[in-house]
């Protein structure tokens, strides 16, 4: 099937392509400012304006491409009645802004489809966004961070960074990026032969800051390798906007997320239900939505720990003797459950703030005991495997000063980090004989229950997905 998006929009093509639906892309150049003012001069409704500005790109391209199906595309934003454009100035921003803060706007997506230059198909779907309430300071930072990207969105707003800014939606998540991808599958299915397209399933990492996050490049690699309709994006969520937005985009068709710092804590409490690693934890890094429509909490970091040490070595056997843990931040949590589930008869656990280190032995173990920071190198002859879980020795943070003089050379030697890939650490425990092992492996293995349980398919981590996350 010859089919055209006649669109410029970037975010429909990309619903397309993570549709894994192939597609030509169009310019519909039509003069669509006078065609709206002359839709509005004849008191047209506003689904009709939509729907028919999209017929008037659809069949501007149809018309050159007569034997292909080409999808024609229009959104408008309405409050109270009237039809907001794209904001043309700084200004004009902030007065849209001022006007829809607090209130509740309708999205209205109309979508169509040609053949031969004639219609085919029509939808009209309309998302009702209610934006919370937004001080005059707050705008004028929306402004600062977001001009002038934002310009070419009604509303001026794009959702997929921004859903925050409301306090509930109600609609479908490609409704409101302007492609309604449900619908058009359905007739796509019907008037194809061959594999039939499935709706895309969504899964996002939310943290604060995200920018930084390896997960939709890991996500979006096993996405590709499994043929699996759905997409996964990294959406930056200020911690006390957490629970509205996450309820927000499950509202909106998100399967579930990865949680990040400083939201670990707030995503085990707004779960329905937790595993039982999680509670031990007191932290979830994975949220899933449940066929009943329950949110469960999940924390993935040390199942991902164990796995990628059971499979970087053959003889380690964490049963075999006690355990030295450097650090008592969330990670040095999930590592405590993990080595302890393992069968390690005690952990030492070792941290600069010695006082967080007791807290976490209190709520843990009474087989972690708590040893003095200046004190971990007595300790060293006794382990069979020592973990760097504090961010000492990262690339731009300082040093792990840890003289390995006495390790046991039998001891299994791992960091957490994985930039730089082998840390002073790890060399110096190379050195000595023991055997070493990197934080990648951690963070590959620990994504891979979300994504199974998201997006169906249990994917495969293997040398080809970690060169890419290093890269
Ligand atoms: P966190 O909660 O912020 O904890 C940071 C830890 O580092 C604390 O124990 C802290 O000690 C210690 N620390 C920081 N600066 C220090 C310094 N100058 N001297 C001594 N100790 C210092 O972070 P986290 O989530 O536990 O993560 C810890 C590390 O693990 C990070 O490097 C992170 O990237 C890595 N990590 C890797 C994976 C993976 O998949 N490979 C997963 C999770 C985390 P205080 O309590 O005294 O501040």
Redesign the pocket.
């Known amino acids: 099937m010859d089919l055209i998006l006649a669109s410029q929009s970037t975010t429909r093509r990309r619903i397309l392509n993570v549709a894994r639906i192939n597609a030509r892309f169009m310019s519909p150049l039509i003069d669509e400012e006078n065609i709206k003012k002359a839709l509005i001069a004849d008191q047209a409704l506003p689904r009709d304006i939509a729907d028919t500005l999209a017929e008037h790109k659809a069949l501007k391209v149809s018309r050159k491409n007569l034997k292909s199906w080409v999808i024609g595309c229009d959104q408008i934003l309405v409050f109270m009645g009237e039809i907001f454009g794209k904001p043309s100035t700084p200004e004009a921003l902030k007065d849209i802004l001022s006007r829809l803060s607090g209130k509740t706007h309708r999205l209205v997506t109309a979508n169509v489809i040609y053949k031969d230059g004639k219609p085919h198909w029509r939808h009209v779907s309309i998302s009702h966004m209610s934006m919370r309430s937004i001080t005059a300071i707050e705008i004028d930072d929306y402004v600062e961070a977001h001009w002038p990207v934002v310009k070419h969105s009604a509303g001026g707003y794009h959702f997929e960074r921004t859903p925050d800014l409301f306090s509930s939606v109600r609609g479908n998540w490609f409704d409101i990026m302007g492609l309604s991808i449900d619908p058009i599958i359905r007739f796509l299915n019907q008037n194809q032969t061959g594999r039939p397209f499935q709706t895309p399933r969504l899964a996002a990492v939310l943290g604060h800051p995200i920018a930084q996050s390896k997960s939709p490049l890991m996500h979006g690699h096993w996405l590709q390798k499994n043929h699996i309709s759905g997409d996964y994006i990294a959406i930056d969520i200020p911690p006390m906007r957490f629970n509205t937005t996450v309820r927000t985009l499950f509202d909106v068709g998100f399967s579930g997320f990865n949680v990040t710092?400083p939201h670990k804590e707030q995503a085990l409490a707004f779960a329905d239900d937790m595993s039982s690693r999680a509670h031990r934890i007191g932290a979830a890094n994975t949220l899933i939505k449940m066929d009943s429509g329950k949110i469960s909490a999940d924390n993935t970091?040390g199942y991902?720990f164990m796995t990628n040490l059971a499979l970087q070595s053959n003889t380690w056997q964490p049963s075999a003797g006690p355990s030295l843990v450097l650090?008592?931040?969330?990670?040095?949590r999930a590592v405590l459950v993990a080595l302890l589930d393992a069968g390690a008869p005690k952990i030492y656990l070792c941290?600069?703030?010695q006082a967080?280190a007791e807290n976490l032995a209190t709520d843990i173990s009474d087989r972690v005991e708590v040893i003095d920071w200046q004190n971990k190198v007595n300790v060293l002859p006794e382990v069979v495997t020592v973990v760097n879980?504090?961010?000492?020795g990262?690339t731009g943070?300082?040093a792990l000063q840890f003289d390995l003089t006495n390790v046991n050379p039998n001891a299994l030697v791992t960091d957490?980090?994985?930039a730089p890939l082998e840390t002073q650490l790890l060399k110096d425990a190379r050195a000595r004989g023991c055997e070493v092992v990197s934080?990648?492996g951690?963070?590959l293995h620990?994504g891979v229950p979300g994504f199974e349980a998201w997006f169906g398919s249990r994917p495969v981590v293997d040398e080809e997905l970690e060169a890419l996350v290093l890269t």
């Open positions: 710092i970091d991902g650090g008592a931040g969330g990670a040095a941290n600069r703030t967080r879980s504090t961010s000492l990262m943070k300082p957490l980090i994985y934080g990648i951690m963070l620990q």
